[in-house]
């Protein structure tokens, strides 16, 4: 049976043969995306099981929407405007693909920052849309050029990962935050405010979500991946209520609903009494990785390679003065680590700046020591 | 946000309504497609949960295909060729979601039975598929009309539910398995088999899939919503692997993969010593409630009212010689009873023949029959 002409525009996913490559005994992952398995909280998920086990409201089918319980907390905790409302997806990965399902037409012009969260140019490219880039600077994006974009064309939605960007590490600034939100408003284009890393701030100061300066104008993913466990797939969108109705009837299409036992765990870790300090022991330990990743890139990289330094999130991303980023990967990964070319990162049209993308959360200090000592055998 | 045009075709769902006025107290509802929350394997599912609880495996990122271990079962347990795959989904809405979006573009034909399972409607006219419909027997379709059809333009693929279809309760006879399998060789049409109430068959003679007959060109949809809880939205897609490689790149675009302590609950719940009583438990309580249902159609409805008989799954086809559905359903909310006008489950198009769904799986004896003497007197 041939594919959808849709699905045929999906490339084929070169970051995911290079993680499959990644998982071979011997190789020292800074590839993935992925959190610490050894800082999960095994001991609320445990706790949160056993608990859900015994009740008996989470085996029928439930609504679309979400745990009416689960949705209650993430009301408060999300500070939601009474004219706001949630939805619970299965993973934020859901849904990034719910809105570009409901509300993308083929054709339609979105924006994105370059480089971009590879997920996201997957789920707009499935869903036809015209995709048009910012470049990013390092207090996020290229101001100027993003009113250019807004201003030259009919843009629908604005999808960006203000905190702790995938794959840069960049902040925004609170001086862009609120600049970028009165352009989603003067030219009314939605915002989609990716959050996963959010909470995974481990220094300098705490910002506003850009959606706070536009609330009218924006709909915020967030994610339990980074803070509890992937592995239970569940992520939330909060947004204007006329907005999320029509995203629940897709969803509603897609998959009736995410799983109530999952979502009932979820409630129990996030309400907790430990959870903050779990949070907190995330935080120190990505910190300490991330230092660790930095003074190895700093004592054994040449020079003439470089990086902004990150506030939290998970990944540092490492500027090259030249080079070909794919080459640099392959040999790396000869040597024994695997990292992600930058290349991958961009659309197809994107001027890209050469660099690759390390990851800091998933290894050990002494790990991530040893693979910058491996990768700079290839410089 | 303006919605995509897609989704503006989406009708609207009167069942929704109904569904929602069914939970209403001192409502009895033969309205919804819900199993008896009360034959649950609680006891399976809270040992699973438990066991699960520890194991470590499980809250990391995982593949998108599913959990390696459930995914050897289904292997075995659906007797798979060593050419074909599986992958696990978000419920099989997810699974025939994912088909449409991977293969249907905007146009193509497909063919569904009329009536049709309301949530492959959803999906099909969502994907923008050119919906035709070929009327059902007490046999399955009419295949001369199918025939017909296949020949008469490109047909994509052709949905059906052969087992206790939803919302008649039909199950196809040995003779239209076969006859079908082989107009869907002649013409290369996909067969897309829908089995969720495949293990609820409580009389008569167990058949083969339709598409054990023609493997190739087929791929089946099975639910663990029925025969252990929906709550954890899991079921499964298998067929040619091919076609499956293809689904796991639109699904990992869409959320990744699914929940992997649900998958390790289920291959625990399928793996029990007691999950075969299980099975037979609710199968026997099906049954009583099925009779319970059919004697007080015989004993409390006017002779004008017929229905099929049924071999198991958990609807019942009430036709109607002459009034309107809608109304009927209608006054009997009144009456206090909630059931499903037939009309909802037919394409625009489609010559609708006057009907209700009666859900019998959800109710207990003395509720359906309580539901029934309600209902006569809507007649």
Same mark, same amino acid.
């Given at each position: 049976?041939?594919?959808? =002409? ?128 910012v470049v990013?600077t390092?207090?996020?994006p290229a101001l100027m050029a993003l009113e250019q974009l ?26 862009? =935050?609120?600049d970028?939100?009165?352009l ?98 995330? =935080? ?6 991330? !230092? ?65 993308? !390390? ?17 700079? =055998?290839?410089?």
């Open positions: 049976m041939q594919t959808a =002409r849709h699905v045929q525009q999906l490339r084929s996913s070169y970051i995911r043969e290079i993680l499959r490559a990644a998982t071979a005994d011997g190789v020292i992952s800074l590839a993935g995306g992925l959190p610490a398995a050894d800082l999960f909280p095994h001991a609320l998920l445990q706790e949160a099981l056993i608990k859900v086990a015994g009740n008996k409201q989470v085996f029928q089918y439930g609504e679309t929407r979400g745990y009416a319980p689960l949705l209650d907390h993430l009301r408060v905790t999300s500070d939601l405007k009474t004219s706001h409302g949630a939805l619970v997806t299965t993973g934020s990965q859901q849904g990034l693909d719910l809105i570009a399902r409901t509300y993308i037409n083929p054709g339609d012009h979105i924006v994105l920052e370059a480089p971009s969260y590879l997920g996201a140019l997957q789920v707009f490219t499935l869903a036809q849309a015209n995709i048009n880039t990013q390092s207090n996020g807004f201003a030259s064309r009919s843009v629908k939605l604005f999808y960006a990962v203000p905190d702790f960007h995938n794959p840069t590490g960049i902040s925004w600034s609170l001086q862009t =935050r609120k970028v939100a009165k989603c408003q003067a030219f009314n284009v939605t915002l989609i405010e990716d959050a996963p890393y959010r909470d995974l701030r481990f220094s300098g100061e705490h910002l506003p979500l850009v959606s706070s300066f536009c609330p009218e104008n924006a709909m915020v993913l967030r994610s339990s991946s980074k803070i509890s466990a992937p592995g239970l797939r569940l992520g939330s969108v909060t947004g204007p209520e006329e907005w999320i109705a029509h995203l629940i009837r897709v969803k509603q299409t897609s998959d009736l609903h995410s799983s109530l036992p999952m979502q009932a765990v979820m409630l129990e870790v996030f309400t907790h009494p430990e959870f903050e300090a779990h949070l907190r022991n995330v =935080r120190i330990h990505y910190r300490q990785r991330y !230092l660790a990743l930095a003074q190895a890139i700093n004592q054994h990289l040449p020079p003439e390679v470089s990086y902004a330094e990150v506030e939290g999130g998970m990944f540092l991303w490492l500027r090259l003065a030249q080079g070909d980023p794919m080459e640099i990967a392959k040999k790396a990964l000869e040597k024994g680590v695997a990292v992600v070319p930058g290349d991958v990162f961009y659309s197809a049209d994107d001027i890209k700046s050469p660099a690759i993308r !390390l990851n800091f959360s998933y290894c050990k200090p002494e790990d991530l020591n040893a693979a910058i000592q491996l990768l700079a =055998r290839v410089f």
